[in-house]
């Protein structure tokens, strides 16, 4: 199966920009559906941004800051996740998901491939 693999996180602070990237182990262009996540410790996983497998529909959570912008580049199989103007509030662990299905998921119950995830924290 499809195996991804996060990149990209790291430390930057409040109101900077910071732009993960997911790298899928086979093709992605067909009919995956993609999708990011993040994750504070001791917090549920909520939805950050998906975008459908045609490259033509995106959504992105209530509680996402202003700026993220979800993109992929499916010659290269990879999906990346533009983050701009992040508040603080410590850190969380941001992971990609991929299903093979049409449409646009907001669910995580969806998903059935997910990378390691890529920590990102955000100084005051």
């Known amino acids: 199966q499809v195996h991804l693999a996060e990149s990209g996180g790291g430390l930057v602070q409040a109101g900077g920009s910071l732009s993960p990237s997911c790298t899928a182990s086979?093709?992605?262009?067909?009919?995956?559906?993609m999708g990011w996540f993040r994750q504070a410790p001791g917090k549920e996983r909520e939805f950050v941004a998906a975008i459908n497998s045609s490259d033509d529909g995106t959504s992105y959570g209530d509680s996402v800051e202003g700026g993220f912008t979800i993109y992929r580049d499916d010659a290269k199989n990879m999906v990346y996740l533009q983050m701009n103007s992040l508040k603080s509030g410590g850190r969380a662990v941001y992971y990609c998901?991929?299903?093979?299905?049409?449409?646009?998921?907001?669910?995580?119950?969806?998903?059935?491939?997910w990378g390691r995830g890529t920590q990102v924290t955000v100084s005051s």
């Open positions: 086979a093709c992605i262009s067909s009919h995956y559906a």
């Open positions: 998901a991929g299903t093979l299905q049409l449409g646009v998921w907001r669910r995580d119950r969806e998903y059935t491939n």
